[in-house]
């Protein structure tokens, strides 16, 4: 046993002199190809300006010149064959609904004079989170056009419904099933910009960094990572190693994760008496693998608390702030407001029914690859975390009299 497992460590320590050697060959060809250079690292690419970009092309009278061909490959991608009867479109960022809401792309196709079809995209290639019964107040604005067909589009990175929080479950399989709504994800813009004949050399060029930035940026399919599986496709031993590895990457996970709850805890009772008085500890919740995993420090069996949490599964798209469910204690919620509004620190926070204040995770902390776990062993991630957790902290600590004014129901 003791053989094989120092078989694998030498094998992982070849992998990862593989990487370094990789990186080095691109360092060197760097000069001639630039393969790192993206134009779209100078672009608007959050959530408006990628609606933007995608509402271009799909615009036939756009500045591009191919006319109709990438909404005509787009509605042939999405098998929408009769809305290709049109002799107009009309496309619009941030359409105003009746209920203040805002359909990201709207498009409207018109066939002599009268709207036959409309096909509306919501955009959340940035992570963002569902609104409350954001998709329901599209559907029921959709509904509102009277003797037009729709189309819904939900349109994250990766192929995951809407939440219940935005639509309910059947209803949102009853939209799909009647073809009045659509699941996309960046792979299948991918596909779609593949399979569109675009003519002019500046646009072609174009919808190479589009479909680049995509890849990488937003999926995560950077070159080394392609380089690393070709790699080991054609190399047998350093292959099994590596799967051995895979097949122990749950133990592996929950190994780190119990870790970095310690040094957060350590860090805790280190600084907050008070909260740890209270009954305060640090503790993860969910499965690692999954949608909503968090790192959180509360009571354990209240419904409010500082965290961590994931939107998507495997570690990514992380956000933070001060939970609290509204609908099982709302004059907790109020206060809570109320407390962090006067310490002025609400303000770069968004807020949902379920949390009083979040915000997404800076930079790499956003997704947790290797890049960031590799950091929990010597403590430099827990760090991090905690120095985003402390103001929360200390306003809660200062306000904790009041807090207990209130006489929290456990649940």
């Known amino acids: 046993m003791a053989s094989n497992i120092n078989q694998f460590v030498d094998s992982l320590i070849s992998i990862n002199q593989v990487i370094e050697n990789f990186r080095l060959q691109r360092e060197k060809t760097e000069l001639y190809d630039s393969n790192r ?7 608007r690419t959050d959530e408006m300006g990628l609606s933007k970009i995608l509402a271009f092309l799909l615009d036939p009278k756009e500045a591009h010149g191919q006319g109709d061909l990438f909404l005509n490959s787009f509605l042939k991608y999405i098998e929408k064959h009769n809305f290709l009867a049109y002799d107009n479109i009309q496309v619009c960022v941030e359409k105003t609904t009746s209920k203040n809401r805002r359909h990201d792309i709207f498009i409207e196709g018109f066939l002599n004079n009268k709207r036959r079809w409309i096909v509306s995209i919501e955009n959340k290639l940035r992570f963002a989170s569902d609104q409350e019964e954001q998709l329901k107040d599209y559907r029921d604005d959709l509904e ?4 037009v067909e729709y ?3 939900y349109l994250p990175v990766f192929k995951e419904p809407p939440s219940e929080n935005s639509i309910r479950k059947n209803e949102w399989e009853d939209l799909i099933s009647a073809k009045k709504a659509i699941l996309l994800s960046a792979k299948d813009l991918l596909d779609w910009l593949d399979n569109t004949l675009i003519i002019a050399p500046a646009v072609k060029q174009f919808i190479q960094d589009l479909k680049k930035f995509l890849s990488e940026e937003l999926m995560g399919n950077t070159e080394t990572n392609n380089e690393l599986v070709n790699y080991l496709m054609k190399n047998n031993d350093v292959l099994y190693s590596a799967l051995n590895v895979i097949a122990s990457r749950e133990q592996l996970y929950e190994k780190l994760m119990t870790m970095l709850v310690e040094q957060l805890q ?9 909260l740890k008085d209270y009954g305060w500890k640090c503790n993860s919740n969910g499965d690692i693998d999954a949608k ?3 790192i959180f420090i509360d009571q354990g069996d209240t419904s409010w608390g500082v965290g961590i949490e994931f939107d998507t599964a495997d570690l990514r798209d992380g956000y933070y702030g001060v939970y609290c ?3 099982e204690n709302e004059e907790l919620y109020d206060l809570i407001w109320n407390i962090f509004d006067k310490a002025k620190l609400r303000t770069r926070f968004k807020y949902t029914r379920f ?3 979040w915000r997404w995770l800076d930079g790499q902390l956003i997704n947790w690859d290797s890049e960031i776990l590799k950091k929990i062993p010597n403590g430099e991630l827990a760090e991090q975390i905690f120095e985003l957790w402390k103001p929360l902290l200390d306003t809660i600590t200062d306000n904790l009299d009041k807090i207990k004014k209130l006489n929290i129901k456990k649940f």
């Open 151 to 153: 189309c819904l589009i």
């Open 144 to 147: 509102g056009y009277r003797e």
């Open 292 to 294: 909503y995993f968090g």
């Open 355 to 357: 949390w009083v204040m």
């Open 325 to 327: 469910h509204k609908d």
């Open 37 to 43: 250079f993206n134009p779209f690292q100078f672009m």
């Open 266 to 274: 350590t860090r805790f009772e280190s600084n907050y008496n008070k």
